[in-house]
């Protein structure tokens, strides 16, 4: 479902945030992309969602080259990926259910079809209670599971969660990623950007590992393990 084709992404202040990356993720995988920060895994998310275009290689996403997209496409790119973030980025002033609702109402779903899906979808994530609150009135994991909705309710192809428990105690970041490991068992492919070294070691799916722009490991159910594996410095 997803490629990276020999990718480089060098800037014009000579930064080089990737550097030569080919990885193939398969439909319904879940991926735990690891690394230090400035290791290029925001880059590799920004260029998925076509925020960022690659200085070379090809980034593929179901089956199409992301660079080759006319900028009219790229809506409907971003409608088949849900974000999900550290910060939730949830509208203040708006309740769960707007928020939630806000996602339909972008890419113009009929009034009838916000009203059938956002009750359905705050249930799946336990927040069907608190529809009428707004952000302010929640739990750091309450807004997160808000997150999660808005981020499935187009029924996304992938999921991309950056630093998704980088806010939250870990009896609720252990919440945040049952949640995501029943999402994933229901078809959804995640790919998750984290420096949660204990939920990497323990839920053991694929790692692909980031340093300095460089894939330095790809390994299946593997753990948080060592950032550099071909010098043998630790991350």
């Not at 925020?51 to 790229?74: D, H």
């Not at 088949?80 to 707007?98: A, C, S, W, Y």
């Not at 113009?108 to 529809?131: N, S, T």
């Not at 053991?204 to 071909?230: F, H, P, Q, S, W």
Request: proline share 4%; aromatic share 6%; net charge positive.
């Amino acid at each position: 479902m997803i490629q990276f084709l020999n990718v480089s992404k060098h800037y014009p202040n000579g930064v080089r945030a990737l550097t030569d990356i080919s990885v193939a993720i398969k439909r319904g995988e879940f991926v735990f992309l690891v690394g230090p920060s400035g290791a290029g895994k925001t880059t590799m998310t920004r260029l998925l969602i076509r925020e960022e275009l690659s200085t070379r290689g090809q980034v593929i996403f179901t089956g199409k080259n992301l660079s080759r997209l006319k900028g009219r496409e790229v809506p409907y790119l971003r409608r088949k990926i849900g974000m999900v973030f550290q910060d939730f980025r949830l509208l203040p002033n708006h309740t769960v259910f707007e928020n939630v609702a806000f996602a339909l109402e972008v890419i113009g779903a009929p009034g009838r079809d916000i009203r059938r899906l956002v009750p359905g979808m705050l249930a799946r994530v336990g927040m069907e209670g608190k529809k009428n609150q707004l952000p302010s009135q929640l739990s750091g994991g309450e807004q997160q599971r808000v997150c999660l909705a808005r981020a499935l309710v187009n029924n996304p192809l992938l999921i991309i969660a950056d630093e998704p428990t980088g806010n939250l105690d870990p009896d609720t970041s252990w919440e945040i990623m049952k949640l995501l490991a029943d999402i994933n068992e229901k078809g959804t492919t995640i790919l998750m950007a984290t420096h949660a070294q204990e939920i990497v070691d323990t839920m053991k799916r694929r790692v692909i590992a980031l340093d300095t722009g460089r894939m330095v490991r790809d390994e299946k159910g593997g753990g948080y393990g060592r950032a550099v594996e071909n010098n043998g410095t630790s991350s």
